[in-house]
């Protein structure tokens, strides 16, 4: 009853909130996840307000589309509704469903009006009945198991196939630096961790293995190194989705994806790495996303010290194209090969 009183008297400040009311000191941020895993709990802690006179700030807090009402953790003593201590911190359990949740947060102090901080999050889950649908590799489909998760393989000539983009977590990072995404769009590697993050056995495919694999897929006979693949891309496509969004956009020089290869391919983009810390990168730029498909070769460039050659679709050409990637900086995703006996 307490929480709901202090809340009620907030709200009302709210409604009449007089306009010439001081602003507090600095800009209300909070500490939430891009993602998050269903039922998993967060604890979040507003920052950077401060009271122009020294004194304390309360914070009340709400989670759509979950909560109903709001949530006061700190009041204008400092003290939570048990009279602790407190720091304004608010634990929630997010849901099992799969759904994009608005985490809102207000700081408050008499005779000034209130500041505000909002910040979206996604509940996101791996497996058959997960984020990823329409990827088609379940049920009988043979897999290999690297760190827990589950990487489903096809064969092509006398190569097998990754289906499913690697997620070793010795190394590489996972999109947006978000540990609730390494197993579902894999991670993202500089060229000299994806040299060997396939698990034994396993190895990162050549450019002559990508060609390899262009000529099965395109029926062409003759087909040059280092150049286009042409007519692949929607063979190996993925006609999936992520949370109910559809990842790759139609086009009609693509055509109908129809993933007829069983590559599996989805468009989690590339990353540029940034500087590494501690073997993170904390300052990573994702890119791409919804637009391109990109994957290591094995291979450097030979006149171009410190560069390597990946492989790409992008979302608007029926072909599969080749970049250079610097060997340090540029994150792409990694496809494993097994040589079969």
């Not at 907030?10 to 909130?17: H, R, Y």
């Not at 400092?78 to 608010?90: M, P, V």
């Not at 990508?210 to 395109?218: A, D, F, N, P």
Request: glycine residues 10%; hydrophobic residues 35%.
């Amino acid at each position: 009853m307490m929480a709901a009183l202090v809340f009620a008297a907030v709200s009302c400040k709210d409604d009449e909130e007089d306009t010439t009311l001081p602003s507090l000191d600095g800009l209300l941020q909070l500490n939430v996840p891009e993602f998050v895993n269903p039922g998993q709990s967060v604890t979040m802690k507003p920052r950077g307000l401060e009271h122009p006179d020294g004194e304390n700030i309360g914070y009340y807090w709400k989670v759509t589309p979950t909560m109903t009402s709001y949530d006061t953790t700190r009041y204008e003593n400092g003290l939570n509704y048990w009279n602790e201590e407190s720091d304004g911190s608010f634990t929630f359990k997010f849901t099992d469903t799969l759904q994009t949740c608005t985490v809102y947060c207000y700081g408050f102090a008499e005779g000034y009006s209130n500041s505000s901080a909002s910040y979206t999050t996604t509940v996101v889950k791996s497996g058959p009945d997960g984020s990823l649908q329409g990827m088609d590799i379940f049920g009988d489909t043979p897999y290999v198991t690297v760190d827990g998760v589950k990487h489903y393989y096809v064969r092509h000539g006398s190569l097998d196939w990754f289906r499913t983009n690697l997620a070793q977590k010795a190394s590489g990072i996972p999109f947006r630096n978000s540990a609730a995404m390494s197993d579902i769009f894999g991670r993202f590697y500089n060229y000299e961790d994806a040299l060997t993050a396939c698990p034994e056995g396993w190895r990162l495919p050549t450019e002559a293995d990508w060609i390899s694999l262009g000529k099965e897929i395109s029926g062409a006979e003759d087909l040059e190194m280092y150049a286009p693949i042409p007519d692949v891309a929607a063979k190996m496509m993925a006609n999936a989705t992520f949370n109910g969004d559809i990842l790759w956009e139609y086009w009609p020089e693509v055509g109908t994806i129809t993933n007829d290869s069983f590559m599996t391919m989805i468009p989690v983009g590339f990353a540029n790495l940034g500087q590494e810390t501690d073997g993170a990168y904390p300052g990573a730029i994702f890119d791409g996303v919804y637009e391109y498909a990109a994957f290591w070769t094995a291979d450097a460039v030979e006149d171009e010290p410190g560069m390597a050659y990946y492989r790409y679709l992008t979302y608007d050409q029926p072909f599969m194209a080749i970049g250079k990637g610097d060997a340090d900086s540029f994150g792409a995703s990694v496809r494993c090969v097994r040589d079969v006996e």
